[in-house]
């Protein structure tokens, strides 16, 4: 199981990183999905020049998307570049995670909270 909360700088610009697990792999369309510890999922297409693997662990940043970013393969050791479209990182706590980006304090780590502040957990 991944950790919530464990972040470090990945890039100059200060973008923070999470740490993500390779849950689907689809090697004839070259797309990756991958599931941080705080239930957000995101998917990628698998960049020509690397290697991803079905359980990796990866440790990207979610606080800008639609842009290349670096990124690092945990379980290889490499690095590799991906590019995170908005539309394609969906909040799995939300019903309607589909109609947009989750919101960047999630995209940073933070958990999901309700209205008047108690964290949601996902039912048994």
Not at 27 to 56: E, M, V, W, Y
């Amino acid at each position: 199981m991944l950790s919530v909360g464990r972040r470090r700088p990945v890039s100059q610009a200060g973008n923070l990183a999470m740490k993500a697990k390779v849950i689907i792999l689809n090697s004839s369309f070259q797309l990756a999905r991958a599931q941080t510890g705080n239930d957000l999922a995101f998917s990628f297409k698998i960049p020509h020049d690397s290697s991803i693997s079905l359980a990796d662990e990866l440790e990207v940043g979610l606080e800008k998307l639609g842009v290349e970013q670096d990124a690092s393969n945990l379980s290889t050791g490499k690095r590799l570049r991906l590019r995170i479209e908005p539309f394609n990182v969906h909040d799995l706590k939300l019903p309607h995670a589909r109609l947009h980006p989750p919101a960047l304090a999630r995209r940073r780590g933070a958990p999901h909270h309700r209205a008047g502040g108690a964290e949601v957990h996902a039912p048994p």
